[in-house]
């Protein structure tokens, strides 16, 4: 554990010092956030803030982790290989994320970002590769449940479960990325909290890639907190979305993701609510109705009053909240 959270900390440093030049060089090639109209009137004056941030999250994790692994990957031993499947879904879906951020800031689609379809399906084929990976590759195919000390074998139906896993999760980490600081800080406390489970079951090589993960989401913070200089994009939300759901499959604790990341859950579930509600009222009544002033749930809050930082600060002791209830469900 020593070892892992020295890894945080020097991952914190590697990010926190090339954070500012990487600022300066998304502003002089004019990479910045394009503010979709149908938003919060306040987050207009967010116009171009440089965007694609979760480069900075990605690097550090990618240099620390091949450095530290370089011999295991080299030899592709089961250590390389459980290093591998982590890293690889960060890179993939940070790979898949910057073309869905390039797109929406120089491409045709400016201010809209790739079409939804294609986005969908970049997430699916990337998650049942890993699905794949994890199952045949690692030979990992349980769920641990609370009060039950054997795991149970799901068999096949793992590959669909894995995958449903981690599309949803990199959309919900999408979803919550509204307000500055919140999806960050949120990740954080959810890398750190499946670190500890890793560390408690013995995993670890899993204990130092979250707690290097964790190092760079708190660099990545120092320049996102209010007023944000930064923003993490698809780039970042997408990544760090998926490679957490493979890090919750690979310690086999991923029934306590929904509650460990309750707040991505809360968001999403938001969506869902309202979407299916209005559609329900438009077609009963002639008129769609809202459950909510703005989805998802921070854009809420934000309609009745409360400022970006009470929001993110309420969301965040919630999240820390329900990260020690994970950890002790973890032990049960």
């Known amino acids: 554990m020593a070892y892992a959270l020295a890894l945080g900390t020097v991952s914190f440093l590697l990010a926190v010092i090339w954070g500012g ?20 009137s306040s987050h207009m004056s967010k116009m171009g803030t440089p965007t694609m941030g979760g480069v900075m999250i990605i690097l550090p994790v990618l240099l620390i982790t091949i450095t530290l692994n370089f011999f295991s990957l080299l030899g592709m031993t089961l250590l390389g290989r459980s290093i591998l499947v982590p890293l690889g879904v960060m890179v993939g879906y940070g790979i898949l994320g910057a073309l869905d951020d390039w797109e929406g800031v120089k491409g ?34 349980v769920v641990a449940i609370p009060t039950i000390p054997k795991m149970i074998d799901l068999g096949i139906w793992y590959i669909p479960i894995a995958m449903f896993i981690i599309v949803g999760t990199s959309n919900a980490v999408n979803l919550t990325d ?27 090589y899993l204990t130092r890639f979250c707690f290097t993960v964790v190092g760079a989401l708190l660099a990545f913070l120092w320049y996102n907190s209010h007023p944000a200089e930064l923003f993490m994009g698809d780039t970042g939300s997408l990544s760090i979305g998926a490679t957490l759901a493979v890090v919750a499959l690979m310690t086999g604790q991923w029934l306590l993701l929904p509650i460990i990341g309750f707040v991505f859950v809360a968001e999403v579930l938001s969506v869902i609510i309202q979407v299916a509600y209005f559609k329900y009222t438009k077609s009963r009544y002639g008129q769609g109705r809202r459950i909510f002033k703005m989805a998802p749930l921070h854009h809420h809050f934000e309609l009745l009053g409360w400022s970006e930082t009470h929001i993110t600060q309420r969301f965040w002791l919630i999240a820390v909240l329900m990260a020690m209830l994970g950890i002790a469900l973890a032990l049960v």
């Open 178 to 204: 509204g307000l500055d600081g919140l999806a960050g800080s949120i990740a954080a406390i959810a890398f750190a909290a499946y670190g500890v489970i890793a560390y408690l079951q013995g995993q670890i």
């Open 108 to 141: 045709r689609r400016k201010g809209e970002g790739m079409r939804a379809r294609a986005k969908f399906l970049g997430q699916v084929i990337l998650a049942f590769l890993t699905a794949l990976m994890i199952y045949y590759g690692l030979g990992l195919r």
């Open 21 to 40: 030049p990487l600022i300066e060089f998304l502003k002089s090639h004019g990479i910045g956030k394009m503010i979709k109209v149908n938003g919060p």
